[in-house]
């Protein structure tokens, strides 16, 4: 389910809580078979986790997930940075 996410956009992928097969609710690391149809479910607060790497199979959703953690280390370190200048 969550390289399906990341394969119609990388936005998507990075906010996919689970899903829908079949109108069954399944996890993100179920594994979807040719034909079905399934719905992404979303989350506004959700964001990729390191553990996330090891369900995903595809490279491009491998590699947006490595970015953004990436991404949200360097904001954290600047932001402490930051705190620290300050006090």
Do not use: Y
């Amino acid at each position: 389910m969550l390289d399906f996410a990341f394969d119609i956009h990388t936005s998507l992928g990075a906010i996919c809580v689970g899903g829908k097969v079949g109108n069954r609710i399944v996890p993100i690391k179920e594994q979807l078979k040719n034909g079905d149809i399934c719905e992404v479910l979303t989350r506004k607060d959700q964001t990729p986790k390191a553990d996330w790497l090891s369900i995903c199979v595809t490279q491009k959703a491998r590699s947006r997930i490595r970015l953004h953690l990436r991404e949200e280390r360097q904001k954290n370190a600047r932001l402490g940075r930051e705190e620290l200048e300050r006090k």
